[in-house]
């Protein structure tokens, strides 16, 4: 019983040592990102802010062929 408690201490262990490793940046350098993100990235789900997106792809077409073909 001992040694599976051991091997789940030292597994859980190595985990945190790889978790220590990651790369990390300062709040504030990430808020910077992201507010430039969000000011920068045009989100058509807000019209009043961006306005009309100026294709919709998945707006019904006017032509009378769905552009399909069958094989």
């Not at 790889?18 to 969000?38: G, H, K, N, T, W």
């Not at 000011?39 to 019904?60: E, M, R």
Request: proline share 10%; net charge neutral.
């Amino acid at each position: 019983m001992s040694e599976h408690k051991l091997r789940k201490i030292v597994e859980h262990n190595s985990r945190l040592k790889e978790q220590l490793e990651l790369p990390r940046i300062p709040v504030s350098q990430a808020s910077e990102s992201l507010i430039s993100f969000v000011t920068s990235t045009k989100d058509y789900l807000l019209p009043s802010v961006w306005g009309p997106p100026p294709h919709d792809p998945f707006a019904s077409q006017t032509s009378g062929s769905c552009g399909c073909s069958v094989m």
